[in-house]
């Protein structure tokens, strides 16, 4: 019977052992550093190795200043992950300045890749999170307030403030990928059948076209 149950444990030890690598945002890294190469022809799951990194590689100054929300939803993302710090790479973080016009909206979207964790700068926002039982989890969150939204999940933001707002937003990933819901199902290239989508949403051929013209192909 002892020996039942230490084949149990070392059975359980293994299964854990093979499943911690997959409950992480990225793989492990392997080396100190390993900066990406972005120009390297080698296709990898990540980025190559670059030879000769120096201090900048691992600095970005994008964030320290608000980005321009002169636009359909009111904000804009300015992210420092991998493409634009490549010192991240093989790190498994990420960052991203938000801004929010005043009535601007992130709009819902998901991130495949990564766990988002956002701090507010300024403002007042409404934000949530639905689960995959439909359930939605909100929140009204202010100046020096954070919110968490799990991995894979719809989330969204919305400024319910008089004026703009702003947050840092953290995630587990050096690059979290993002896809959000209308562009991807109504500006997809080629097109999602409109018909599909007419049944998908329980509306007419018409409409769903009407809607496609809103948004560019991505």
């Not at 120009?39 to 590689?57: E, L, M, R, W």
């Amino acid at each position: 019977m002892a020996r039942a149950h230490l084949y149990l444990a070392a059975a359980c030890a293994v299964v854990l052992a093979l499943a911690a690598p997959s409950l992480a945002g990225d793989p492990d890294m392997l080396q100190d550093i390993c900066v990406a190469d972005r120009a390297s022809p080698i296709k990898i799951n990540g980025f190559p190795c670059k030879a000769n990194a120096t201090a900048d590689d691992f600095f970005f100054d994008g964030l320290k200043n608000p980005g321009n929300t002169s636009n359909a939803a009111g904000s804009v993302v300015t992210a420092a992950n991998v493409e634009r710090l490549p010192g991240v790479n093989t790190l498994g973080v990420s960052m991203a300045r938000i801004d929010y016009a005043p009535g601007g909206q992130n709009p819902p979207h998901t991130h495949p890749r990564a766990t988002e964790i956002i701090f507010v700068l300024e403002g007042t926002l409404e934000v949530g999170f639905i689960t995959t039982a439909n359930k939605l989890f909100t929140k009204t969150v202010t100046k020096g307030e954070v919110f968490v939204f799990p991995r894979g999940l719809v989330h969204f933001q919305q400024n319910r403030g008089h004026g703009p707002a702003a947050v840092i937003a953290a995630f587990n990933s050096q690059l979290q990928g993002t896809q959000a819901i209308a562009p991807t199902l109504f500006g997809a290239s080629p097109p999602v059948p409109t018909d599909v989508l007419a049944k998908a949403f329980r509306i007419g051929n018409g409409q769903v076209e009407a809607i496609k013209s809103k948004f560019a192909p991505m």
